[in-house]
């Protein structure tokens, strides 16, 4: 009975020790698998300019809106009817003035704008004919006038934040 008391012991012995074998196998595997459980931390720094470098500034998510262009949704819409509409408030500043000239005039006048991210305009620049310089003096001050009238609107929009956004628009002038 004495030997099959030590055998049990001996082979329980046995086990034990291939379970502590496995067991330090275990170990070693896990604490040696932790480098692929890291994650590697992206600095605020290069977060943001892999981001600036990804945005295109050349185009706004949302173009400036006056009140009765809040309608129209689609981009493209939006541009148009902010366009038209400005075009419009500008030409309705001339409605009251008289242009009289000795000849025919036919010319394409480019007005710069800037619209602030708080939606204020502000007239950069006005680019026009000599001839037509000389013909109207009082017509760049007539402009910032009309564009002086136009009341705030609502910004453009990138990424969900007012920017200040500049816009280059013709302004056709002919006489009759």
Request: aromatic share 14%.
């Amino acid at each position: 009975m004495d030997r099959f008391k030590m055998r049990i012991f001996h082979t329980q012995n046995y086990n034990f020790k291939i379970m502590k074998y496995i067991f330090y196998v275990l170990v070693l595997c896990i604490m040696a698998s932790c480098q692929y459980f890291e994650t590697d931390k992206i600095s605020s720094d290069t977060f943001y300019n892999q981001e600036m470098k990804t945005i295109s500034w050349n185009q706004v998510d949302q173009f400036p809106n006056f009140a009765s262009c809040q309608k129209d949704s689609e981009k493209k819409a939006s541009k148009a009817c902010f366009e038209n509409t400005l075009v419009s408030k500008i030409y309705a500043g001339f409605s009251s003035r008289h242009f009289v000239s000795s000849r025919s005039i036919s010319d394409t006048l480019w007005v710069s704008l800037t619209i602030s991210e708080k939606g204020d305009i502000f007239l950069n620049n006005i680019e026009m004919d000599s001839l037509t310089a000389t013909s109207f003096p009082e017509l760049p001050l007539w402009i910032t006038q009309s564009i002086d009238s136009i009341p705030s609107l609502a910004p453009a929009h990138k990424r969900g934040v007012p920017v200040a956004v500049a816009f280059s628009l013709p302004v056709v002038l002919q006489t009759k």
